[in-house]
């Protein structure tokens, strides 16, 4: 009961009353989202090229800054047992690629589209450092990671709010309105 109390009094200057009920907005800042992700990782990275076989995860993300519209980052990205599989014609290339260390600094864009509830993600790879010692391994999973790049991810609502609710510790029941960032800080609007 303290815990929604505190919360209730934390949020009094962020809430408003509209037509069909209370809306709260949450500032998450940049440093509560750096801890969540330190807890989060490593995970394992989906991958956009069904060809690929192995494990990728990410084992870190560093330097993040939220400015407007748009979070930046570097990601830590390890691969291993990592098998690139082409059909061609009549038949199958198999490259043993082996084990993979690279690290991207990424701007990712971030828009939230209010009537359909989703956030947008846009990332954006703006430099490589490769700690890989195989140039062939690089070359293909910079032309695997490269399908990723400047395409946006739908992110429905409804999965970010078990997200957002362990980050500022919510138990009660809301449903997200919108989300945006600004310097430092990403607003979360939510309704009762």
Do not use: C, W
Request: hydrophobic residues 45%; positive net charge.
């Amino acid at each position: 009961m303290k815990k929604i109390a505190l919360l209730v009094l934390f949020l009094i200057p962020y809430t408003a009353y509209t037509e069909i009920g209370i809306s709260v907005q949450v500032p998450i800042p940049q440093e509560a989202l750096k801890l969540y992700i330190e807890h989060t990782v490593p995970v394992k990275l989906m991958r956009g090229d069904k060809n690929l076989r192995g494990d990728l995860f990410i084992e870190s993300i560093k330097e993040l800054e939220i400015k407007k519209g748009v979070i930046n980052f570097v990601i830590h990205i390890n691969g291993s047992n990592l098998l690139y599989i082409k059909e061609l014609k009549n038949s199958v290339i198999k490259i043993k690629l082996k084990n993979l260390i690279v690290n991207f600094h990424v701007s990712a864009k971030l828009t939230f589209d209010t009537e359909q509830r989703v956030l947008l993600v846009k990332p954006r790879l703006t430099k490589k450092v490769v700690i890989s010692d195989s140039k062939r391994v690089e070359n293909h999973i910079l032309q695997i990671l490269s399908i990723m790049n400047n395409k946006e991810y739908p992110v429905k609502a409804k999965d970010l709010e078990p997200v957002i609710y362990r980050i500022i510790n919510n138990k009660l029941n809301l449903s997200i309105s919108n989300l945006y960032a600004k310097k430092k800080v990403i607003f979360v609007e939510m309704k009762f």
